[in-house]
Nanobody, 122 residues
Framework: QVLLAESGGGWVQPGGSLRLSCTAS????????IGWFRQAPGKEREGVSC????????YYADSVKGRATISRDNANNTVYFEMKSLKPEDTAVYYC???????????????WGQGTQVTVSS
């Protein structure tokens, strides 16, 4: 099992940017992938980005591609998710999760953080 903790959420004006952090209790080959998901009120949880902590390979959903950057700091067991040009539709609870491989399907991820709220409004 891997414990995850997100931080960095908050209120942002449209067009602004933010950086979310996901700190894991450990990086391990068994749970090589760390993904970011978000869930808006009344909507299903959706994957927005994922990174392999061993290779650094990154993946982005179309909804954030070109506006987001995912990166890792292996020395501190932390993955960062930065987004710019934020829109009101980016408002959601953002979660990080870890499992063996990157996937867009939340059901395939075993370990989850508690989530951090991101609100984009003027």
């Amino acid at each position: 099992q891997v414990l995850l903790a997100e931080s960095g959420g908050g209120w942002v004006q449209p067009g602004g940017s933010l950086r979310l952090s996901c700190t894991a209790s450990r990086f391990t080959p068994e749970y090589d992938a760390i993904g970011w998901f978000r869930q808006a009120p009344g909507k299903e949880r959706e994957g927005v980005s994922c990174i392999s902590t061993s290779t650094g390979s990154t993946y982005y959903a179309d909804s954030v591609k070109g506006r987001a950057t995912i990166s890792r700091d292996n020395a501190n067991n932390t993955v960062y998710f930065e987004m710019k040009s934020l829109k009101p539709e980016d408002t959601a609870v953002y979660y990080c999760a870890t499992d063996a491989f990157c996937s867009w399907h939340p059901s395939e991820f075993e370990n989850w953080g508690q989530g951090t709220q991101v609100t984009v409004s003027s």
